[in-house]
C-alpha cells in the first residue's frame, strides 16, 4: 500500500528542496558538503518542477521518471559523505544519511504510476 498520493508527494519534495537549500547555514557545514546541498536542492528543484503531478510546473517528465531520479539522488545523499570526503564531520554526515532515509521512505511510500494510466491528459492546474 503506497500512502502518498501525487499532490503530497510534491509537497515532500518542495520541502526536500528547502530543507536541502537551508541546511548548510543552519547546520554550519564546510565548503563540500554545503556544494553537495546546493547542487542536489537545485537538481531536485528542476526534476520537481519539470514532472507531470499535481504540483509540477512544465509536466515534460513522466512521474515514474520522477521516482527513479528521486531514487538515484536519494542514493547518491546516503553515499556522498563517503564519496566527497567529509564522512568525518558528524553533523554533515549525519544531515546526509537522515535526508537520503527520508527520500527512500518517500519513494517507496509514493505510488509513482497511480492515475497515470487511467486519465488521458496531463494534470492540469486544479488536478483534475
Not at 24 to 50: I, N
Not at 89 to 103: D, K, N, P, Q, Y
Not at 106 to 127: P, V
Request: hydrophobic residues 55%.
Amino acid at each position: 500500500m503506497k500512502l502518498l498520493s501525487a499532490r503530497h508527494h510534491g509537497y515532500v519534495d518542495y520541502a526536500v528542496v528547502v530543507v536541502l537549500a537551508l541546511a548548510p547555514l543552519a547546520l554550519r557545514f564546510e565548503p563540500a558538503p554545503t556544494a553537495v546541498c546546493y547542487v542536489a536542492a537545485v537538481a531536485h528543484l528542476v526534476v520537481t518542477l519539470l514532472s507531470d503531478q499535481p504540483l509540477g510546473a512544465a509536466r515534460k517528465i513522466p512521474f515514474s521518471v520522477h521516482g527513479a531520479l528521486e531514487t538515484s539522488l536519494a542514493a547518491v545523499l546516503l553515499a556522498s559523505p563517503w564519496l566527497f570526503g567529509f564522512s568525518a564531520e558528524i553533523a554533515s554526515r549525519t544531515f546526509f544519511v537522515v535526508i537520503g532515509l527520508a527520500l527512500v521512505l518517500a519513494a517507496l511510500g509514493t505510488n509513482y504510476s497511480a492515475g497515470a494510466a487511467s486519465r488521458q491528459e496531463r494534470y492540469d492546474r486544479y488536478d483534475r
